[in-house]
Structure formats: structure tokens, C-alpha cells
């Protein structure tokens, strides 16, 4: 039963983290879970805000005679990103996540688990209830809406935080201290079109469909060669439109910019004597899928089934176009970062393709430490969708978080690992998108280390957040605030 959860080490953190799991807080959804946050911490008895934009900041008094210490700032976010299996019934702006342990992890049901970044507002709020800590000034910063937008970050105003140190807790591998990140961009594009009533004669009609895949979060885990299931459908689909006279009606895969799509479908029709031509081709593709990403995707699935013929079709050439388009367009892993080895410097993301009446919609995440590499990758995107004859427009974009390897917060949390744990940490960039950079923007003289225990999958329903290693970051940071 998910209330288990709640008698795992440390109690007061899994007993927090519990709490928001039944708190429903899907980006863009943040009403409730910010007014649960703000009634937490008036019942401490503690100093509570909420600003213009929704974000929470609660702030907790020094120890006596630790008033002297820089103030630190805890931060996380409230909101998670909502993702599911297709068979799992799931509203996320209604229903509580359905938690279970799972050996020596958390996870959920056929949905995302909210460990990303539940757990590290967990964490902060632990620290704020607990009596038995030693510390200087304390505040917990709770913001809204990162995972599309970083609206709370970017909503944040000078002196609103007293904070010397930020202790961003949004990371996802303990025994790493993570001091820079990738900034991003979204690109976002479209094609308008007048649909084509007419549909050939003896055409029949087809749905494609690609599930399976594993998807996961864009930029923790693009590094590890997942299938990108529009990549994947558009690539059948050339061959399809090529070789055996299919037209194109519909299509849509992928549901979040931050997400790797792992499910995609499209309509299409063909002439009725290429049917069984068709479902060899099907097949021939899922053998193929299945034996280029062996060790990497274990269960991809892409099948085909007869539907009713549509209404209309997209014209030809844009249809070609868009086709080629996608085919060509960079996707992954683009370069990798020189001073940290094994760290990815700039991907793209293929994140959302979709069609509607009229117009396709594709969204694609660039991310990249570099903001120079950034702009080059939007460029060259730019380029084959212009080609293509589609509108393009940047937007989102938000600053890397540029690392300090000399930072004094950095040198305190490494010392105090070791004696804890008698091994180094590893100092570390983060491919992903943290608030650090933005808060940065804001805060330009702040100390910052980002920290969090080992959460694997995030932005897939295969998320799962490790028991003993949320143990490992409580004794981290009871014992760093101490020292600071």
C-alpha cells in the first residue's frame, strides 16, 4: 500500500513526500499543492509568502547562537510531470499517484512517481519542521511550473530570497554535486495547409501504431541511444509514401517538450492491392526496431490496423515535405562537454509532432551548456523546416547555469560527504535544465550546488526514486547546514 511509504527512513521526509503524492500538481496545475504549502508552513509557525507569481517561500530562524551563519535557501519545485501508460486510467488533475516500494526503490502504477521534484520538496520540508537540526538562517523556496517554462524561476524578483546558498535539491544522483547545467530553447513549427477532400479510389485505410518504447526525461536521459518514437514512425513512413503509394492523414506522437516520446500513431491510406505489402512492411520495420535498439529498448511494439477511410488528406506536397523534414531534422545527442567527460554539451529533442485540422504542430527542446552551440543547433533546426516551407519561432529560451568549480559551498559539501561516507563525490554538469541558471540571472552573487538521491526514468512511467540513497542526502544536508 502506497501509505507504507511513509515508515521508510527518514519518516519525516517520506511522510512529506507521501503527502504531495496525493496532492494532484501536474505543471500548470499548481493551486492546491501551493496552498498546502502555504498552510504548512503557517502551522510551523514559520514566516510564509507567496508572490505575484505563486511561488512559496517559507523562512526558519537560526539555531540560538548560530544567527551569525549565511542564510541558506533550499529550493525544489512543486510541479511533476504528468505521464502514463496508455492501458492506466490516470486523470493527473484529479486522481493521488498510487506509490508502492518495490525492493529498494519507490515507484508508481503505470504513471510518473512525482519524485522529480517532490522529493526534494520533501527534503526542504523536513528541514523546516525539524527541531533537532542546527543551522544558521534557513528559507525554502517552493517554485511552480518548471517543467514547462521554469515560470516560476523566471518569476522570481530581486530581494525576494535572503539566501547566501542556494541548495537546489533537483538532481538525480547521489554522491554527485552538480554546479552547472544546460540552458534550452524551444523551436516551435508549423505547417498550414488546405486538406485534400479527395482520397484515390480503392484506397483502404490504415493505422500505424508504435508503443513500448521507454521515453524518459530529454535531457538526463538522452545520452543513453532511447528511440524517439517520431523519428522512428517517420521513418517508416517514407518508405511507406515512397514505395507503396500511401498518403498521409493524420499523425501524432509524443505528449511533452521534456519528454523522449515513446508512443506515436498516424493514418494513412493506401491502394487496397498494397495491404498485405503493407503489414510485411510493418512487420519487417518492428524486426528492424527491435534489433537496432537490442540492449537499449526490449519492448517496442509497432502493429497495423484497418479503420474507417478518413474525411480528407494532407496535400501531397506538403506532406512530402513535412516527411523529409522531420527525417532530416538533427535529433539526440549533437556534442559532447570537453572538461566534464561523459557529459553531453548540446541534443535536441523531436518531442511533439501533431496534426489537426489544417495544421501541423512539431515541437522540439534544444538544450546545450554552451549558449553559442544553442543558437547553432536552433539555426540549423531552423533551416530544414524553412526549407521544408514551415514557420518557425524560437521561444522559451533560458540561460545554462555556469559552473564554478571554486565555489565555497562546493569545498564544504565535498569535505562533509567524505567524512560521512568516506569517499569523494563526484563534481559534476548536468545536461538537464535546472533553475539554478535562471535564479542565477536574478541572484548573481549566490553560491549554488545542486544535490538529490538516485531517481531513475524521470518524465516516464518507469520513474522509481532509490530508498537508502533519500537517507544519504538527509544526512548530507542536516550535516552541511551545520557547517555553513
Known amino acids: 500500500m502506497s501509505a507504507e511509504i511513509k515508515d521508510l527512513s527518514p519518516r519525516a521526509v517520506w511522510g512529506y513526500f507521501y503527502e504531495l503524492t496525493q496532492i494532484p500538481r501536474p505543471t500548470g496545475h499548481m493551486e492546491e499543492v501551493t496552498r498546502f504549502m502555504e498552510s504548512f508552513g503557517k502551522s510551523l509557525g514559520l514566516e510564509t509568502l507567496r508572490d505575484e507569481?505563486?511561488?512559496?517561500?517559507?523562512?526558519?530562524?537560526?539555531?540560538?547562537?548560530?544567527?551569525?551563519?549565511?542564510?541558506v535557501t533550499l529550493q525544489a519545485h512543486l510541479d511533476m510531470v504528468p505521464q502514463k501508460n496508455a492501458s492506466v486510467a490516470h486523470d493527473f488533475e484529479k486522481d493521488p499517484i498510487d506509490a508502492y516500494i518495490e525492493g529498494d526503490w519507490?515507484?508508481?502504477?503505470?504513471?510518473?512517481?512525482?519524485?522529480?521534484?517532490?522529493?526534494?520538496?520533501?527534503?526542504?520540508?523536513?528541514?523546516?519542521?525539524?527541531?533537532?537540526?542546527?543551522?544558521?538562517?534557513?528559507?525554502?523556496?517552493?517554485?511552480?511550473?518548471?517543467?514547462?517554462?521554469?515560470?516560476?524561476?523566471?518569476?522570481?524578483?530581486?530581494?525576494?530570497?535572503?539566501?547566501?546558498?542556494?541548495?537546489?535539491?533537483?538532481s538525480e544522483k547521489e554522491g554527485e554535486l552538480f554546479v552547472g547545467c544546460a540552458g534550452g530553447a524551444d523551436m516551435n513549427i508549423s505547417f498550414q495547409f488546405k486538406e485534400d477532400t479527395y482520397v484515390p479510389e480503392g484506397d483502404v485505410a490504415?493505422?500505424?501504431?508504435?508503443?513500448?518504447?521507454?521515453?524518459?526525461?530529454?535531457?538526463?536521459?538522452?545520452?543513453?541511444?532511447?528511440?524517439?518514437?517520431?523519428?522512428?514512425?517517420?521513418?517508416?513512413?517514407?518508405?511507406?509514401?515512397?514505395?507503396?503509394?500511401?498518403?498521409?492523414?493524420?499523425?501524432?506522437?509524443?505528449?511533452?517538450?521534456?519528454?523522449?516520446?515513446?508512443?506515436?500513431?498516424?493514418?494513412?491510406?493506401?491502394?487496397?492491392?498494397?495491404?498485405?505489402?503493407?503489414?510485411?512492411?510493418?512487420?519487417?520495420?518492428?524486426?528492424?526496431?527491435?534489433?537496432?535498439?537490442?540492449?537499449?529498448?526490449?519492448?517496442?511494439?509497432?502493429?497495423?490496423?484497418?479503420?474507417?477511410?478518413?474525411?480528407?488528406?494532407?496535400?501531397?506536397?506538403?506532406?512530402?515535405?513535412?516527411?523529409?523534414?522531420?527525417?532530416?531534422?538533427?535529433?539526440?545527442?549533437?556534442?559532447?562537454?570537453?572538461?566534464?567527460?561523459?557529459?553531453?554539451?548540446?541534443?535536441?529533442?523531436l518531442a511533439i509532432v501533431k496534426t489537426s485540422d489544417e495544421l501541423i504542430e512539431i515541437k522540439i527542446l534544444v538544450r546545450s551548456s554552451s549558449e553559442s552551440r544553442k543558437y547553432a543547433v536552433c539555426s540549423s533546426l531552423e533551416s530544414i523546416f524553412a526549407l521544408a516551407g514551415a514557420k518557425v519561432e524560437e521561444s522559451g529560451a533560458y540561460n545554462g547555469w555556469q559552473p564554478d568549480i571554486h565555489s565555497p559551498i562546493l569545498g564544504v559539501m565535498k569535505s562533509t560527504y567524505k567524512e560521512l561516507f568516506g569517499k569523494e563525490p563526484e563534481v559534476k554538469v548536468m545536461h538537464a535544465g535546472l533553475e539554478c541558471g535562471i535564479i542565477q540571472g536574478a541572484y548573481p552573487d549566490m553560491d549554488m550546488v545542486s544535490i538529490g538521491p538516485d531517481l531513475e526514468h524521470p518524465h516516464s512511467p518507469d520513474e522509481r526514486v532509490n530508498i537508502v540513497s533519500v537517507q544519504k542526502i538527509w544526512q548530507l544536508?542536516?550535516?552541511?547546514?551545520?557547517?555553513?
Open 53 to 71: 507569481v505563486g511561488n512559496v517561500l517559507i523562512r526558519k530562524p537560526a539555531t540560538p547562537g548560530m544567527e551569525g551563519r549565511k542564510t
Open 106 to 170: 519507490v515507484t508508481a502504477r503505470g504513471t510518473t512517481l512525482g519524485a522529480d521534484d517532490g522529493m526534494g520538496a520533501a527534503l526542504a520540508m523536513a528541514v523546516l519542521a525539524d527541531k533537532g537540526l542546527r543551522h544558521g538562517p534557513i528559507e525554502a523556496l517552493f517554485t511552480i511550473d518548471e517543467e514547462q517554462g521554469m515560470d516560476g524561476a523566471f518569476g522570481l524578483k530581486p530581494h525576494f530570497l535572503k539566501g547566501d546558498i542556494l541548495l537546489n535539491c533537483d
Open 206 to 349: 490504415v493505422k500505424i501504431s508504435l508503443s513500448g518504447l521507454k521515453g524518459g526525461h530529454s535531457g538526463v536521459d538522452i545520452h543513453l541511444g532511447r528511440a524517439n518514437a517520431n523519428k522512428l514512425m517517420f521513418r517508416f513512413l517514407k518508405e511507406a509514401v515512397c514505395d507503396y503509394g500511401a498518403r498521409l492523414s493524420s499523425v501524432e506522437g509524443g505528449s511533452l517538450r521534456n519528454a523522449i516520446p515513446r508512443e506515436a500513431e498516424a493514418v494513412v491510406t493506401i491502394p487496397g492491392d498494397n495491404v498485405e505489402a503493407l503489414w510485411e512492411l510493418v512487420s519487417d520495420y518492428q524486426d528492424m526496431f527491435r534489433e537496432e535498439y537490442a540492449g537499449i529498448e526490449e519492448g517496442i511494439v509497432f502493429t497495423a490496423e484497418m479503420v474507417d477511410l478518413p474525411a480528407t488528406l494532407i496535400p501531397e506536397e506538403i506532406q512530402d515535405d513535412f516527411i523529409n523534414a522531420i527525417e532530416g531534422c538533427q535529433n539526440g545527442v549533437i556534442s559532447m562537454l570537453h572538461d566534464f567527460p561523459g557529459t553531453v554539451e548540446a541534443s535536441s529533442n
Open 477 to 484: 544536508i542536516a550535516a552541511v547546514l551545520e557547517r555553513v
